[in-house]
């Protein structure tokens, strides 16, 4: 069962982001874009400030997350302390009182930047989208399954050492000095990618970018195709037609 380690949180958060993402991203576009045709460009800044609502408001869980799956785990490293959790509830309660409820944002900063990672998939998907349907009436289910494993392989693999600070910052439980407890700001950010060069080389930067490719690229291949499938679903059953030229 050690695979399956944080399942229920892991489920919570991904549920309470998307919801928040795909809300954001879609209200944002039908504000700014009106019935006109979308371009790369209006994609991404539409991404971006999805990202960074979602970052604000579904960090904490994302932290109690990370917390919870490396529970029970055994470190090499002596400086890490060890956690004891009895659920998602408990773990917030004593993050707030043994650290501080902004202990509940820790990594932000490195997830602020990391917004470029769903812009950057949003943008490549919508735009492999935009090229399909010149050339057919409507999206497949391999069509949107494809694309949208693509679009997030090719994000995961830009945005990938900054993703390995976030876990490291949110995980928290490293006996550092005060003066370096910093929430995740840039001098963490560089000092924790310097330091995984030095340790483990160039390379290190991408240890465990495999298994990272594998569960991120089918889990949005799958969230996308379902996404499709529900928004036309919707549609069909307000009785409205959905342009999928977007």
């Known amino acids: 069962?050690?695979?399956?380690?944080?399942?229920?949180?892991?489920?919570?958060?991904?549920?309470?982001?998307?919801?928040v993402y795909f809300y954001t991203f879609n209200s944002l576009k039908a504000l700014w874009v009106r019935g006109q045709h979308s371009t790369t460009g209006k994609d991404l800044v539409l991404g971006i400030v999805a990202g960074v609502v979602n970052v604000l408001l579904t960090t904490p869980l994302w932290v109690v997350n990370t917390r919870?799956?490396?529970?029970?785990?055994?470190?090499?490293?002596?400086?890490?302390?060890?956690?004891?959790?009895?659920?998602?509830?408990?773990?917030?309660?004593?993050?707030?009182?043994?650290e501080g409820v902004l202990a509940l944002w820790n990594g932000t900063f490195p997830s602020l930047l990391l917004v470029f990672?769903?812009?950057?998939?949003?943008?490549?998907?919508?735009?492999?989208?935009?090229?399909l349907l010149k050339k057919q009436?409507?999206?497949?289910?391999?069509?949107?399954?494809?694309?949208?494993?693509i679009a997030k392989a090719v994000a995961t693999s830009l945005t990938y050492p900054l993703q390995t600070v976030q876990s490291i910052l949110r995980f928290g439980r490293h006996r550092l000095?005060?003066?370096?407890?910093?929430?995740?700001?840039?001098?963490?950010?560089?000092?924790?990618l310097q330091q995984r060069v030095r340790h483990f080389g160039l390379m290190g930067l991408y240890k465990?970018?495999?298994?990272?490719?594998?569960?991120t690229v089918l889990t949005a291949a799958l969230m996308f195709l379902v996404y499709e499938k529900l928004?036309?679903?919707t549609f069909t059953v307000m009785g409205l037609k959905h342009s999928c030229r977007r």
């Open 68 to 98: 919870l799956k490396l529970q029970g785990a055994k470190f090499r490293n002596e400086d890490i302390v060890p956690t004891n959790y009895k659920g998602i509830i408990d773990a917030f309660h004593q993050i707030i009182r043994d």
């Open 177 to 192: 000095n005060p003066e370096n407890r910093m929430l995740g700001s840039l001098r963490n950010v560089l000092y924790l």
């Open 137 to 149: 009436q409507q999206l497949t289910s391999l069509d949107a399954f494809v694309i949208g494993a």
């Open 1 to 19: 069962l050690a695979p399956y380690r944080g399942w229920f949180p892991v489920i919570s958060s991904l549920c309470c982001s998307n919801f």
């Open 231 to 233: 928004t036309a679903a």
């Open 117 to 131: 990672n769903p812009a950057i998939q949003f943008m490549f998907y919508e735009g492999f989208k935009r090229k």
């Open 208 to 215: 465990g970018l495999e298994a990272k490719l594998l569960q």
